[in-house]
């Protein structure tokens, strides 16, 4: 099998495009990026699969060609177009809706994230740590998890219950708190 060098180097010039052309904010240069990144993946797989050969149909031959050509490449073609193409579809519906709203199809910062960028300094400073998982003296994870409360101060048994309870229980079932000794798979042993 002789590698055809031209041939990798289209995909691999097609593929560096279509990433360039989809990291754009132009809806339209993204839906030409997946496009064109589908199709330099397609030309790979075709170029991957196997020698050129007879059709692989029964009764149908090439002349010159001994063997037959590999249909999974094909299948596999086939079935990244239909891919590609819905999410093309996908994409210009995005466009188009962002057209009718925007009257362009660029991809605006999102309000949230502009206010994320505002805060000022650290937020794991400005905010209290609700998650306590971290022993309180050393900083470490701890084994037993949320064993600490939101001051640092270490959970009693009971407390830990609670919490855990609070966050199981939907309230659909009740939840077994207290079960005797005897209950249980080990009480028949």
């Not at 094909?74 to 809706?97: E, S």
């Not at 991809?107 to 650290?122: M, S, T």
């Amino acid at each position: 099998m002789s590698i055809d060098v031209g041939l990798f180097a289209a995909v691999a010039v097609m593929i560096a495009t279509g990433v360039y052309l989809l990291l754009d904010r132009s809806l339209t240069r993204m839906l030409m990026g997946i496009i064109l990144f589908g199709n330099a993946i397609n030309l790979l797989l075709l170029t991957l699969a196997s020698p050129p050969g007879a059709p692989p149909i029964i009764g149908y031959f090439s002349a010159g060609r001994g063997a037959d050509a590999d249909p999974l490449a094909q299948a596999l073609i086939l079935t990244a177009i239909v891919i590609t193409m819905g999410l093309a579809a996908f994409i210009l519906a995005l466009a188009y809706r962002s057209f009718v709203i925007n009257t362009d199809d660029e991809v605006d910062d999102d309000p949230e994230d502009a206010k994320v960028l505002e805060r000022d300094g650290d937020i794991a400073s400005q905010e209290p740590d609700y998650d306590a998982s971290d022993d309180p003296v050393t900083g470490a994870p701890s084994a037993l998890g949320d064993a600490f409360g939101p001051d640092g101060e270490p959970l009693t048994p009971e407390q830990m219950l609670q919490a855990r309870l609070d966050a199981v229980d939907t309230g659909a079932l009740p939840v077994d708190t207290a079960r005797p000794a005897g209950d249980g798979p080990e009480a028949g042993r």
